[in-house]
């Protein structure tokens, strides 16, 4: 069933369609106060029909200023100078000179929008069906009578499932609302979405489910995607062109297979083939004596009931998790958000109390092991966010001197920390003058040394690194794990690596362990694991990494 | 605009602090045999009487908070005729009924809002910080502690609150004779000691008990926010036989202290959820280590803004009480009881106005200094 034959407004298609649906040509944004900084310098670029254009760029590269103007929606923003012109296939005026009344006419039924965060897109008070309604009803598509089985009839057809019609937003998953933030695009019928990082919130799973629905939705209807993103390897899955946008200016229009074949975008790939089996190698030398066992961890938080007289409920984070990590392991623990990483990881530390399970760090109990103030000395971690794991208000020196006065070993005198520090800087590759900065001052790759720097300066056995190299870019990440592989071979640390990063992961660890829901889905090598999944959600995950086909 | 208030500050502490040099019926340096002498630090010096000095330096106001001045007795208005032996002795703001210049009361009130909005707040603020830092810290579910402890802490809160009721018995103890005041608190400390140490040894009162420090303490508070403020105040102060300004800053601290306690506590339960804080805890620092050096600061940071409203609505009671007749002593003076002097007298509009302006720009001053400091913080 084609949308356009239920419904109404059948546009009038120009029959030899060109090959772009979407011109820009020199386009150009300045801000109008006195400094007239240009954020785009006449850019030009097309998208093609019935394709998927990628807009790629770093963040303040002015995608999203370019995406904006192609839907008409820079004239509302205030203080901006807007050149050029752009044309859309079988519109004869150019959309930036477009008034009000033609605009607001585009937008409902030729071009529409996907934002990031689809939480903020949709009301909260009102279900999923309704506002798919609504939309229909403002763009005067069809009667209302036939609105509610036409939106069904659309739900079934592009494959989700039709209770969430009837669901409120809080009630899905990230994923599942922006698939239905895209189908809600679709009702009135656009030739073209722009979709504005679309996939940076969601995890690995629902991210290539979206990917997917894009396609899907792509090759159904030919409608033309113009997709903004900074993640790569989205991008190498799902577009036909590449756009690429450096500082308000385009750096150049690729194929998919001419762009991905470039030297320095092979450079920013984190996992070459040849590099993660020689560093393998090393890492495997591990020594087989049992350094930390987990066993039986559980652990449950209270959840306050959401209604006025709703009672509380257990919410059970950890159930019954045994494992062990041996010396000298990279020991990654995965799981999508929510399924109790960190709750590990803290209760490792007993940061929190935990509920029942028992924690064994070098045959000794945690109680035990604890009593003798050794502990903090020999376990460690490493937390996601160098932000909100400094202390704003500390600088780094004095930070970094508070965890080597905290070794309990040695005696501190003051050459001692002054020598340590120095050694601390270098083993991170930090220069001296970090040391008068405050954490809000530090760049995300300084700010994460740093954070290793305070982890070290104990001299630890055992480093927990709660997604530590999460929220790096990618350049950032492979340099930070090389610091990490260096340093646990100097120093035989052993790390027990928390992500949800697949691929990382992969390079990274020896022994990997799955966790669901607070379960433990499957534990073994990395080999095993990869090559040979045997759990249904293990194999699911797997999928989800995106491999295109090309 | 940012300006105006911070000026406006510095000029009320500024008058505050030195009120004693700039209004007053004792001159500032005097000159006489042995030398200079400085009559504003003596309270020998008398004023009328033949003293045998020169007088050097006067200051700019010459009359005393409670200097009367019987020739311009009977509210004289500020541009009506006055009865003056020198020009400058002039009454730029006028007297009240009894003679006293009103500039002069204006600028002794100032020393008593200052003192009083200062020490209550800083007494709000450590009454505040005792009652819920430690709490919210701990939350209801992390603080676990001994059961004999428990016991023993029972024991002596109820006898401190036994004793502190019946003041009579410390006395008589204390007063009985012999060595007996030393005899008996000795004996009270050895029973407590051996308890302590009985109780220790016994299984069952050496299990964890978990305190929910946070509910406890939180209940306190909202049960002192739902007082009625002003009758308590009028309760509180009519426990005291002598009025004087330290039971006004006591009360006072009693009002204002939930207020700080609740910035506090909301800022606590915001810090404690920080990284920073699971990592410093994650070196082995102790609990104690991180409140004071990681959490305080970070609390009093925001504490401020509550210190800056609280300092206003301070002065404002203060002021209240004193027009009632039952704030500070009737040999002070403050804005409240000047105002209070325009109730005799309808047509004294100077009597109103003035004490009125003080208290207004005051309170204006540190509500918007409050408001700005919060623009900051967030």
Redesign the interface.
């Known amino acids: 069933m084609d949308i356009g034959s239920v419904v109404y407004l059948k546009k009038v298609f120009v029959k030899n369609s060109k090959e772009n649906i979407i011109e820009v040509i020199n386009l150009e944004v300045e801000l109008e106060n006195s400094s007239r900084e240009k954020i785009l310098k006449k850019i030009c670029f097309d998208i093609k029909n019935k394709s998927i254009t990628a807009l790629v760029g770093k963040s303040g590269s002015g995608k999203s200023l370019t995406a904006l103007s192609i839907l008409g929606l820079i004239k509302y923003i205030d203080g901006l100078n807007v050149r050029g012109s752009i044309s859309f296939e079988g519109i004869e005026k150019n959309i930036l000179e477009m008034d009000d009344k033609e605009l607001k006419d585009y937008r409902g039924n030729i071009a529409s929008m996907i934002f990031q965060d689809p939480f903020t897109s949709f009301d909260p008070s009102k279900s999923c069906g309704e506002q798919i309604i609504e939309v229909l009803e403002f763009n005067r598509v069809s009667a209302t009578e036939n609105a509610e089985n036409f939106i069904l009839n659309l739900f079934t057809e592009l494959g989700i499932e039709r209770r969430l019609f009837f669901y409120y937003p809080y009630m899905l998953s990230g994923g599942q609302l922006q698939k239905i933030s895209i189908l809600a695009t679709l009702v009135s019928n656009p030739r073209l979405i722009v979709a504005d990082e679309p996939t940076t919130n969601l995890d690995a799973i629902s991210k290539k489910e979206v990917l997917d629905f894009l396609l899907k939705v792509k090759n159904k209807y030919g409608i033309s995607i113009l997709y903004i993103s900074h993640d790569l390897e989205a991008v190498r899955y799902i577009s036909d062109e590449i756009v690429l946008l450096e500082a308000g200016k385009i750096k150049g229009s690729y194929k998919k297979n001419v762009f991905f074949e470039q030297p320095n975008v092979q450079n920013e790939k984190l996992v070459s083939k040849r590099e993660s089996q020689s560093d393998k190698s090393i890492i495997k030398s591990g020594n087989e004596r049992k350094l930390l066992e987990v066993k039986n961890l559980t652990k449950t938080f209270l959840s306050r009931g959401k209604k006025i007289f709703s009672q509380n409920k257990l919410f059970r984070v950890l159930d019954k998790v045994s494992f062990e990590v041996m010396r000298g392991d990279v020991f990654g623990i995965i799981g999508e958000s929510g399924s109790g990483k960190s709750t590990i990881a803290?209760s490792i530390?007993d940061?929190i109390?935990k509920d029942s399970g028992s924690v064994i760090f070098m045959g000794k109990s945690l109680d035990f092991a604890k009593a003798n103030?050794y502990?903090?000395?020999d376990?460690?971690?490493v937390?996601?966010?160098p932000l909100?794991?400094?202390?704003?208000?500390l600088n780094v020196k004095s930070l970094l001197v508070?965890?080597i006065v905290?070794n309990?070993r040695v005696n501190n005198s003051i050459e001692s920390v002054n020598s340590k520090l120095k050694w601390l800087l270098s083993v991170v590759d930090l220069s001296k003058d970090v040391l008068s900065k405050k954490s809000r001052q530090l760049s995300g790759g300084e700010g994460q040394r740093v954070?290793i720097a305070?982890a070290l300066a104990?001299s630890p056995r055992l480093i927990v690194l709660d997604e530590s190299i999460s929220s790096l870019d990618k350049k950032m990440q492979y340099k930070i794990l090389q610091l990490l592989l260096k340093l646990k071979n100097e120093l035989n640390l052993t790390y027990i690596f928390i992500t949800h990063d697949l691929e990382i992961s992969r390079y990274f660890c020896n022994r990997i362990l799955i966790l669901q829901k607070g379960r433990v889905v499957e534990q073994g090598s990395v080999e095993s694991v990869f090559v040979r999944p045997k759990h249904e959600y293990t194999k699911r995950l797997l999928n989800s990494i995106l491999v295109s086909d090309s | 605009m940012i300006r105006i208030k911070y000026i406006s500050l510095f000029i009320f502490v500024f008058i505050g602090i030195f009120a004693d040099f700039i209004a007053n019926d004792k001159p500032l340096i005097c000159k006489n045999k042995e030398g200079y002498t400085f009559p504003v630090f003596s309270d020998k010096y008398r004023v009328n009487q033949d003293n045998k000095c020169e007088i050097i330096l006067n200051p700019i106001i010459h009359y005393s908070n409670n200097s009367i001045d019987k020739l311009n007795a009977g509210s004289i208005s500020p541009f009506g005729e006055q009865n003056l032996a020198e020009k400058q002795q002039r009454h730029y703001l006028g007297t009240d009924l009894l003679g006293r210049d009103v500039l002069a009361g204006l600028i002794h009130g100032t020393t008593i809002a200052l003192k009083i909005g200062f020490s209550s707040m800083f007494l709000a603020l450590i009454l505040g910080l005792m009652m819920s830092l430690y709490p919210s810290y701990f939350g209801d579910f992390e603080f676990k502690a001994k059961l004999s402890s428990l016991l023993i802490t029972i024991i002596l809160l109820f006898f401190t609150v036994y004793f502190l009721y019946y003041k009579t018995a410390i006395i008589s103890i204390l007063t009985t004779g012999g060595y007996n005041f030393i005899f008996i608190p000795a004996l009270f400390l050895g029973i407590i000691i051996a308890l302590w140490f009985t109780l220790s040894k016994i299984n069952i009162f050496t299990r964890q008990i978990l305190i929910p420090l946070d509910s406890m303490f939180s209940t306190v508070i909202k049960l002192f926010q739902s007082l009625p403020g002003t009758f308590v105040v009028l309760i509180l102060i009519s426990l005291f036989t002598k009025p004087s300004i330290y039971n006004i800053i006591i009360v006072i601290a009693i009002l204002k202290w939930p207020i700080i306690a609740r910035y506090v506590r909301a800022e606590m339960l915001k810090i404690k959820q920080e990284r920073f804080i699971e990592a410093t805890k994650a070196l082995g620092y102790s609990n104690n280590y991180i409140i004071w050096k990681h959490a305080l600061p970070h609390v009093l940071n925001s504490t401020i803004v509550a210190l800056a409203f609280g300092f206003a609505g301070t002065i404002l009671l203060e002021s209240t009480l004193s027009f009632l007749g039952i704030g500070i002593p009737a040999d002070h003076v403050s804005w409240g009881s000047l105002l209070s002097e325009a109730r005799h007298d309808f047509t004294a509009w100077w009597l109103a106005i003035f004490p009125g302006m003080a208290i207004f720009i005051t309170i204006l001053t540190f509500n918007s200094i409050g408001n700005h400091i919060r623009s900051k913080i967030n």
């Open positions: 803290r530390l940061l109390p103030n502990f903090y000395n376990v460690q971690v937390f996601q966010n909100s794991s400094l202390n704003p208000s508070e965890a905290a309990k954070s305070r104990v």
